[in-house]
């Protein structure tokens, strides 16, 4: 782990937390499919996301949901990575379960994070919900290996693996067409063209063809 340095023997610095459009934390790290390294990914997305538990409600109605959207995200260029503090043995138990008892097989890898050194690194340990669970946390990481979007969801309450395929694509749609998206856009809902930041820019904004409210707010359909 490259953020968790050690200056003598006795004292360990904690990570940083992640920051948004900074390098993900690296991380090297045992999982159902082999040891996988951050660098693997380079050129793809990747959603890593945390789970509290195997072997519990909640995350099973997660980790079908992830399964099922897995071809989606595939077909967007990006991998999905699990992480949990259980043993690999403890996933791969529970993987079978979920074939058994589901018919939903897991097709993408899960880190088996006993010594919580990536959980660490990536601020999914949360002491005021557990010191020894991960809390429900998603990151998406660019194909350049930074950090794009994050989310931190309580014990309690599933996420919507829909939410994570439409970031994704709002994100990839912002980066090739230099837009912004507004609130729940879907694609093929017209996007956001980013305020002017100069007066002269601000008066020419509105004879340039666009769909325009008023000389901060712009949309173009795509
Ligand atoms: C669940 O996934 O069902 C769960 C996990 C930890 C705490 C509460 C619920």
């Known amino acids: 782990m490259k953020h968790q340095e050690t200056?003598?023997?006795?004292?360990?610095?904690?990570?940083?937390?992640?920051?948004l459009n900074e390098p993900a934390p690296d991380f090297e790290a045992k999982t159902t499919h082999?040891?996988?390294?951050?660098?693997?990914?380079?050129?793809?997305?990747?959603?890593?996301?945390?789970?509290?538990?195997?072997?519990?409600?909640?995350?099973t109605t997660e980790f079908i949901a992830f399964a099922e959207a897995y071809p989606k995200f595939q077909e967007l260029g990006c991998d999905l990575l699990g992480l949990s503090i259980d043993s690999a043995f403890a996933h791969i138990a529970w993987t079978r379960t979920i074939r058994e008892k589901f018919g939903v097989e897991v097709p993408f890898p899960i880190i088996e994070d006993l010594s919580m050194q990536v959980a660490h690194a990536y601020g999914m340990i949360?002491?005021?919900e557990s010191d020894t669970s991960a809390v429900r946390a998603t990151f998406v990481i660019d194909p350049n290996g930074v950090l794009r979007a994050m989310v931190y969801y309580p014990m309690t309450n599933g996420r919507s693996v829909d939410e994570f395929l439409r970031i994704l694509q709002a994100l990839q749609t912002s980066d090739a067409n230099g837009v912004a998206t507004p609130e729940n856009w879907q694609p093929g809902d017209k996007v956001i063209v980013p305020p002017p930041s100069t007066v002269a820019a601000a008066e020419a904004r509105m004879n340039e063809g666009l769909e325009c409210k008023d000389w901060f707010y712009c949309e173009k359909s795509l």
């Open 7 to 19: 200056i003598d023997t006795n004292c360990v610095l904690p990570s940083p937390p992640p920051r």
């Open 34 to 59: 082999g040891v996988k390294r951050l660098e693997d990914y380079r050129g793809r997305w990747l959603i890593l996301f945390s789970h509290p538990a195997d072997f519990t409600p909640v995350c």
């Open 126 to 128: 949360q002491p005021g």
